[in-house]
């Protein structure tokens, strides 16, 4: 009969190897997603021209060609979440706008006010993300529904929470699933943010632009982790 010990060291053997991210990782990844973002412009512009003022891929461009340069010249730092804070001035600093805050808010809201760290763990990563989902929602008020970039980004900071001892591939695969999720939801929604806001039942059967662009942050982390991070089984 098989004990609950050996149950317990059966599963110990299905773990996997979790290292942590290097601040030259983090960095990596960071330069992958910008390449990532601009070269989505188009459907970014196509969405945002539908129930907006067609200026979303064009302000993501611009804001990731600046997190390119900042992240190239970035200062040797120890600070894995020095990484985050560079990213999201430079999306604050050149997108202007609402969601240049938004964005902004997006990387470096959780890193404010974090201990220096050196190698960033999966759960340092949730609270990050965590913390800058709250702040996004007490600057722009937004809430589940309102067809913005929460719609993708509650339901992917949830599914994250969920996975019990997860990879960094674990963690991306299903924050991807669920922002995709709620960035198609976002087409049943009326507006209660941003520009769209006036098309009142007309913005109903498009998908908001922003929560697109989450959708596409968290799947390019994903297309990373496969590359650069596999999961390892524990040997
Ligand atoms: P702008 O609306 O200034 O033209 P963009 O076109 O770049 O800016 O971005 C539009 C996106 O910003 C929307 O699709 C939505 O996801 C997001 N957004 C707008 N207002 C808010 C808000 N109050 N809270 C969260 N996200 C918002
Ligand atoms: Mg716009």
């Not at 890193?111 to 609270?127: C, G, H, Q, R, W």
């Not at 969920?162 to 198609?184: C, N, T, V």
Request: charged letters at 30%; glycine letters at 8%.
């Amino acid at each position: 009969m098989i004990s609950l010990v050996s149950l317990l060291i059966m599963r110990r053997k299905e773990d996997k190897i979790v290292e942590p991210l290097s601040v030259k990782t983090l960095k990596e990844m960071i330069l992958y997603l910008a390449d990532q973002i601009i070269e989505c412009k188009p459907l970014l512009t196509e969405l945002d021209s539908a129930i907006g003022d067609g200026d979303h891929g064009i302000g993501m461009e611009k804001g990731f060609l600046k997190v390119k340069e900042k992240i190239s010249v970035m200062n040797p730092s120890e600070n894995v979440y020095e990484v985050f804070a560079t990213t999201g001035r430079a999306l604050l600093m050149s997108m202007g706008g609402a969601s240049g805050v938004m964005f902004g808010h997006f990387f470096a809201a959780g890193a404010k006010n974090t201990e220096p760290k050196a190698v960033l763990k999966t759960e340092d990563f949730v609270a990050l993300m965590q913390k800058s989902l709250n702040i996004i929602k007490e600057t722009g008020k937004a809430e589940l529904g309102d067809k913005t970039m929460v719609d993708a980004l509650e339901p992917a900071v949830m599914a994250m929470k969920m996975q019990d001892e997860p990879s960094f591939l674990d963690l991306f695969r299903s924050a991807e699933s669920a922002a995709k999720e709620g960035a198609e939801k976002t087409k049943e929604y009326q507006a209660k943010h941003g520009r769209a806001i006036y098309l009142m039942e007309r913005a109903v059967g498009h998908q908001d632009p922003g929560a697109t662009s989450v959708w596409i942050i968290f799947r390019s982390f994903r297309e990373f982790a496969e590359k650069h991070l596999p999961d390892k089984p524990v040997a």
